[in-house]
């Protein structure tokens, strides 16, 4: 079975602080995707990053910045230098790939950020 | 250019009541998928659809919940005899195709409530 944790509920930091979401997910897939996704308070998810599980090169993209570590089964999220409007909830999926896991989004419970001014 | 569609945006039904949820994907998108999102948790899913058929129905909770794709565009989720254990945002989002990594585009939701 495939299962994605978000252990941390919510953050709440204080803006300019760097703050690190983290993600752990369970699959027996060889080949799987994991994702990142933005749910601001309107509601609409928000696509941020794709990773493939053959890629381990981790990336940043502006004051983003992501860690997949295929060791300890977790792909964390950091923003760097927050501003309040990075205050959403922010979602870790996975999906797996050639097998019956294809096409469907694994989500985690999401992890509640608040930028405080 | 539009993003995916849902309407309505808001329904209220009574328990034991029929409703229906539509989905406009993205043109050009041939997988169309829904997610069902309680307060306070990730998106559950539900089905998707690669083209006109169901590639992947596993996610519906019981035979209540019924969705159609018929000309391989528009979607419309079906329950039958609602319960409140339904009252939900009913997401639906679509991508290229769904062959694995494709990144799906969301739309604004149906929040359902059942009274």
């Known amino acids: 079975a495939q299962k994605v944790t978000q252990a941390q509920t919510e953050i709440s930091v204080v803006e300019k602080e760097d703050v690190t979401l983290d993600c752990v997910y369970e699959t027996r897939d060889t080949t799987y995707y994991l994702f990142w996704y933005k749910q601001p308070p309107s509601g609409e998810l928000v696509f941020l990053i794709r990773?493939?599980?053959?890629?381990?090169q981790n990336e940043i993209s502006g004051r983003y910045s992501w860690n997949f570590q295929k060791s300890t089964s977790s792909f964390n999220f950091t923003i760097t230098a927050s501003q309040v409007v990075d205050s959403a909830v922010y979602f870790c999926a996975l999906e797996g790939y050639g097998s019956s896991n294809t096409g469907k989004l694994i989500f985690g419970q999401g992890t509640t950020l608040q930028v405080k001014p | 250019g539009a993003g995916v569609s849902q309407t309505p945006s808001n329904k209220v039904t009574e328990k034991g009541k029929y409703v229906e949820l539509r989905c406009d994907p993205i043109s050009g998108h041939t997988a169309l998928y829904w997610y069902r999102q309680s307060l306070g948790q990730g998106p559950e899913f539900l089905i998707y659809f690669q083209g006109t058929g169901a590639a992947d129905d596993s996610g519906l909770p019981n035979d209540r919940f019924f969705a159609v794709r018929p000309e391989g565009s528009v979607s419309t989720l079906k329950i039958q005899r609602t319960e409140r254990g339904d009252s939900a945002v009913y997401l639906c989002a679509s991508s290229y195709y769904a062959t694995g990594g494709n990144e799906q585009f969301f739309g604004p939701g149906t929040r359902l409530t059942v009274l």
């Open positions: 990773r493939n599980s053959f890629d381990e």
